[in-house]
């Protein structure tokens, strides 16, 4: 079964459709990006850059929290967190709906770490130099045999706890080598 036939998908909107508003009364709106991808991904704020934003009377396709969405950029899935819910993305991402017999969170482990799917992009790819997935291409993905709902409900839970608890191992080993560096700065100065 390929993914269109389980999975309706939306663009995002074409950025250079957007038309700048300089009036005080349009509203002003975030861009999602590469940095709210994987901070919704670990679940926690990694850091990185302010998002972009840009002041519109534009009608925009915005993300709600719970959204899923696909870079066509990176080739990642997240689940979009509430801190993100209004931002605006752009035709770099897919909006992903999934019907009621598959779970979110294994979507997302799905694409991000399915052997099955990383081949067929992989197929795709071969002898071109694209940098770009593209609708088409996410589309005609096949996707495994689906486990029950319930056991996709397991698998897409752990993969996301284990995706935070990896992040907040990682930030205290930073964290503990600047104290550590601060510490020797003290023994040393």
Do not use: C
Not at 68 to 94: D, E, P
Not at 120 to 131: F, I, R
């Amino acid at each position: 079964m390929r993914i269109e036939d389980v999975i309706t998908i939306t663009m995002g909107t074409p950025q250079f459709r957007i038309k700048e508003s300089l009036l005080d009364s349009a509203p002003t709106y975030n861009f999602y990006g590469q940095q709210e991808l994987e901070n919704d991904l670990v679940g926690i704020e990694l850091g990185g850059e302010e998002a972009k934003t840009i002041s519109t009377l534009d009608d925009l396709s915005l993300i709600k929290g719970g959204d899923i969405l696909f870079s066509l950029i990176s080739g990642r899935a997240t689940i979009v967190r509430h801190s993100h819910q209004g931002y605006l993305y752009t035709q770099n991402y897919a909006k992903l709906i999934p019907q009621e017999r598959i779970d979110g969170n294994y979507l997302v482990y799905l694409l991000n770490e399915s052997e099955f799917i990383k081949k067929q992009w992989l197929k795709e790819l071969q002898g071109s130099a694209v940098l770009k997935h593209t609708v088409k291409q996410l589309r005609r993905l096949e996707l495994p045999k689906l486990h029950s709902y319930e056991k996709q409900k397991i698998i897409g839970d752990i993969y996301f706890k284990q995706l935070r608890l990896h992040a907040l191992k990682k930030r205290a080993a930073e964290l503990e080598k600047v104290l550590t560096i601060e510490k020797l700065k003290e023994v040393d100065g």
